[in-house]
């Protein structure tokens, strides 16, 4: 599936991103409570997550990301930790560099997200936690830095 990153609202961003780290089935009433929303809310964004293939109901266990879900959501929280460190390294404290993240991380597309992972030298740890690499889009493997130059 092409995308372009952008595909989803801020809170479906941030639930994706939490049912990633968490890790397994996330219940509805977990994502209510930790983004303090009804959980009427959360579960029809849930359900939208779901119709759209990146999430799946697991019965009496809430829901767990799908193949395509993980990878995306994979995408998320690298997106995050690197916008992170790009305001840290602007200046800003830990705690706001990932709050300015949270706010505006759904709007930035994975080829800006690329080209400031490039910028900031295809960084592996942000104030955030550890950005993995994107050695098939940006990031270059230890080795085959030929592909690169
Ligand atoms: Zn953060
Ligand atoms: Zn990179």
Known sequence: M?????????????????????GGAVKTTTISRHFDVAPSTVTRALGDLEK???????????????????????FLVRRHRILALMFTR???CKEDACRQADLVESK????????????????????????EPDPIHCCPVAGVGERFL
């Open 2 to 22: 092409d995308n372009t990153g952008c595909e989803l609202s801020a809170k479906k961003n941030q639930y994706l991103k939490f049912v990633y780290l968490e």
């Open 52 to 74: 759209a293939g990146y999430i799946t109901g697991v019965r009496y266990r809430g829901f767990c990301l799908t193949p395509f879900g993980e990878d995306y959501a994979r």
């Open 90 to 92: 602007s200046g800003l």
């Open 108 to 131: 930035v597309s994975r080829s800006v997200v690329d080209t400031i992972c490039a910028s900031l030298g295809h960084p592996t740890m942000s104030t955030c936690g550890r950005i």
